[in-house]
């Protein structure tokens, strides 16, 4: 569900948090119309909106895991997991975690590719959040619920700064709840 | 520098929470793994206060995360000390016009990038990472931002491994770490 439609319609932070997202066309490949977080995190003040808005969403509902999926669920994860007093958990491309990981493959376009995550990061029953910049088809998302859940893990929200059209309209991934701050925009502006 | 009060309970704690695993990426490394600090909600907080407390009106208005792992400690620290956080990212996932710096592998060659206007000349910097070895990638992180024409005032790793001099590496700019591994 998008955050306007549940409980911060109107909420200024909102529009500035979708106006500080560069638009670039045709990356990485001719007809995508990349969203790139890189000027949030440039802007301090949208930046910390972005956190506060997902910290106020989850600091009171029990959640002691947020996960956050490489690389740039790296840069709001941690953040929100300080806040609430979670731990992060971090979800890996192959081969980068060291020690025993189980792994999820999961589909793209073209192939197949692979999620990782630490044998032992979550306890059964944990109550998780996954965070990552933006959600298009969910098959990532969907890879790192399975992750979570193989370890016993509850996944209680997907959350993500970014939904593409895709996913509007749906208020859930997987049977998971999805929670997401704003649209991608199609047309960059001056800035 | 390590941190100067090597007595603090939370330099204890916080050296205790990282796992080392043997042989990995391959045989005789002795990986220093700093997931489970981030698995100890009180250990990961202390991380960040200490280098929040360092760096909290010092003027930094840029910290720069080396990707991946710096870019768990660098935003949290950016956040707190009222700064931007700039990943500096493996070659081609950076969209947009970028600047690149090779450094050197002990196989080949590696490449760090970063955003056009990212940083504005004279902007106070730091980086971060997770942990300094060789220092390679460090210096090219502050080459980049050297070539953008900000000043890097420090940088700042959880784990150093001294043996390895990366602090002789960094072009005589100041090097703070919590932990030392040897």
Same mark, same amino acid.
């Given at each position: 569900?998008?955050?306007?439609?549940?409980?911060?319609?109107?909420?200024? @932070?909102?529009?500035?948090?979708?106006?500080?997202?560069?638009?670039?066309?045709?990356?990485?490949?001719?007809?995508? &119309?990349?969203?790139?977080? %890189?000027?949030?995190?440039?802007?301090?003040?949208?930046?910390?909106? %972005?956190?506060?808005?997902?910290?106020?969403?989850?600091?009171?509902?029990?959640?002691?895991?947020?996960?956050?999926?490489?690389?740039?669920?790296? &840069?709001?994860?941690?953040?929100?997991?300080?806040?609430?007093?979670?731990?992060?958990?971090? =979800?890996?491309?192959?081969?980068?975690?060291?020690?025993?990981?189980?792994?999820?493959?999961?589909?793209?376009?073209?192939? %197949?590719?692979?999620?990782?995550?630490?044998?032992?990061?979550?306890?059964?029953?944990? @109550?998780?959040?996954?965070?990552?910049?933006?959600?298009?088809?969910?098959?990532?998302?969907?890879?790192?619920?399975?992750? =979570?859940? @193989? &370890?016993?893990?509850?996944?209680?929200?997907?959350?993500?700064?970014?939904?593409?059209?895709?996913?509007?309209?749906?208020?859930?991934?997987?049977?998971?709840?999805?929670?997401?701050?704003?649209?991608? @925009?199609?047309?960059?502006?001056?800035? | 520098?390590?941190?100067?009060?090597?007595? #603090?309970?939370?330099?204890?704690?916080?050296?205790?929470?990282?796992?080392?695993?043997?042989?990995?990426?391959? /045989?005789?490394?002795?990986?220093?793994?700093?997931?489970?600090?981030?698995?100890? /909600?009180?250990?990961?907080?202390?991380?960040?206060?200490?280098?929040?407390?360092?760096?909290? !009106?010092?003027?930094?208005?840029?910290?720069?995360?080396?990707?991946?792992?710096?870019?768990?400690?660098?935003?949290?620290? *950016?956040? +707190?000390?009222?700064?931007?956080?700039?990943?500096?990212?493996?070659?081609?996932?950076?969209?947009?016009?970028?600047?690149?710096?090779?450094?050197?592998?002990?196989?080949?060659?590696?490449?760090?990038?970063?955003?056009? !206007?990212?940083?504005?000349?004279?902007?106070? *910097?730091?980086?971060?990472? #997770?942990?300094? +070895?060789?220092?390679?990638?460090?210096?090219?992180?502050?080459?980049?931002?050297?070539?953008?024409? *900000?000043?890097?005032?420090?940088?700042?790793?959880?784990?150093?491994?001294?043996?390895?001099?990366?602090?002789?590496?960094?072009? !005589?700019? /100041?090097?703070?770490?919590?932990?030392?591994?040897?």
């Amino acid at each position: 569900m998008f955050a306007a439609e549940n409980g911060l319609k109107g909420d200024p @932070r909102l529009l500035a948090i979708s106006e500080a997202i560069r638009v670039i066309p045709n990356f990485p490949k001719p007809g995508i &119309m990349f969203q790139d977080i %890189t000027t949030l995190l440039m802007n301090h003040k949208v930046f910390k909106d %972005t956190i506060d808005i997902f910290v106020d969403r989850y600091r009171d509902m029990d959640i002691s895991v947020v996960a956050g999926i490489e690389a740039r669920g790296f &840069m709001f994860g941690p953040p929100i997991a300080l806040a609430i007093g979670a731990k992060f958990v971090p =979800l890996r491309k192959p081969r980068k975690l060291p020690g025993e990981v189980i792994s999820e493959a999961y589909e793209l376009e073209y192939g %197949t590719d692979c999620l990782e995550m630490h044998v032992g990061a979550v306890e059964p029953g944990e @109550r998780a959040v996954v965070i990552d910049d933006l959600v298009a088809t969910g098959g990532t998302l969907s890879a790192a619920i399975r992750l =979570l859940e @193989r &370890m016993e893990a509850e996944v209680v929200e997907c959350a993500c700064v970014i939904g593409l059209p895709e996913v509007k309209g749906q208020h859930r991934l997987n049977g998971k709840p999805l929670y997401v701050l704003v649209e991608p @925009r199609q047309v960059d502006h001056c800035r | 520098m390590s941190a100067c009060r090597d007595d #603090d309970p939370r330099i204890i704690g916080i050296k205790s929470k990282i796992r080392v695993v043997p042989n990995f990426p391959k /045989p005789g490394i002795m990986f220093q793994d700093i997931t489970t600090l981030l698995l100890d /909600p009180k250990a990961f907080k202390d991380t960040i206060d200490l280098f929040v407390e360092r760096y909290k !009106g010092k003027n930094i208005s840029v910290v720069a995360g080396i990707e991946a792992r710096g870019f768990i400690f660098g935003p949290p620290i *950016a956040l +707190a000390i009222g700064a931007k956080f700039v990943p500096l990212r493996k070659p081609r996932k950076l969209p947009g016009e970028v600047i690149s710096e090779k450094y050197i592998l002990e196989y080949g060659t590696d490449c760090l990038e970063m955003h056009v !206007g990212a940083v504005e000349p004279g902007e106070r *910097a730091l980086v971060v990472d #997770d942990l300094i +070895a060789t220092g390679g990638t460090l210096c090219a992180a502050m080459n980049l931002l050297e070539r953008a024409e *900000a000043e890097v005032v420090e940088c700042a790793c959880v784990i150093e491994l001294p043996d390895l001099k990366g602090r002789d590496r960094l072009k !005589g700019k /100041p090097l703070y770490v919590l932990v030392e591994s040897h």
